[in-house]
């Protein structure tokens, strides 16, 4: 069994790769992960997470049941050893879908896994992406921009980086990767060039400029 973890910033297409990517490679399947939140409309229990109690899920934090959990918002995600094993007990690869956060915990628990960040080519393009939704309010997508700035920050904790400024090139990057097994582009420059070209965007760009002062800083 081999573990994919593919974290990247919001509206950065992770969940459109991944998708297609599960499509494409049965020996893939996605971990569920467990939440405290109440399933929205059209969302099935086990398929989409596995709702929980508080109570049920701090009891499974406590008995070290999660390999990574974090309160979001005011609910509690997790991903759980039994999840892991349930996949590996099918005969499939689990593809884990976890952010920045969760990997920083997890990594130490999961040494043989193939850690994948998403890059967007710049920042004024991910903002184009977060607009487009047309789902968030200015002052939300504002803090998913800050977010993903301090996310890219820390990209350098991940085998690879696959930057998608073309959804098909990125595609095939990512889906080589997975086939193979093998971490390709692990220690790419490139990778780590654009997140330094980045973090110089946030600071000194003149429309991010723009964006901070009317949020209040």
């Not at 974290?7 to 969940?15: H, I, L």
């Not at 939140?37 to 229990?45: F, I």
């Not at 070290?64 to 499939?92: C, D, P, Q």
């Not at 952010?99 to 628990?109: C, T």
């Amino acid at each position: 069994m081999t573990v994919f973890v593919v974290s990247a910033p919001s509206g950065t297409g992770k969940t459109t790769l991944n998708r297609r990517m599960l499509k494409e490679c049965p020996r893939l399947e996605i971990s569920v992960s467990h939440t405290t939140r109440a399933p929205r409309a059209g969302e099935v229990d086990g398929v989409h997470y596995h709702f929980i109690k508080p109570d049920a899920f701090r009891s499974m934090a406590d008995s070290n049941a999660f390999i990574e959990w974090a309160e979001v918002h005011g609910n509690l995600y997790g991903t759980s050893f039994s999840e892991l094993r349930r996949i590996e007990a099918n005969g499939k690869d689990p593809l884990l879908e976890i952010d920045i956060q969760g990997w920083h915990n997890a990594k130490s628990l999961l040494p043989d896994a193939i850690s994948i960040f998403i890059l967007p080519p710049s920042l004024a393009s991910l903002w184009q992406r977060l607009e487009k939704r047309g789902s968030d309010s200015l002052e939300i997508r504002w803090v998913r921009l800050q977010n993903a700035y301090d996310e890219i920050k820390q990209a350098h904790e991940y085998d690879i980086l696959i930057i998608n400024n073309e959804l098909e090139v990125a595609y095939q990057k990512l889906k080589s990767i997975i086939l193979s097994h093998k971490p390709e582009g692990k220690g790419d420059p490139e990778g780590l060039i654009l997140c330094e070209r980045l973090n110089e965007e946030f600071q000194t760009a003149d429309w991010i400029k723009g964006l901070r002062d009317s949020m209040g800083g």
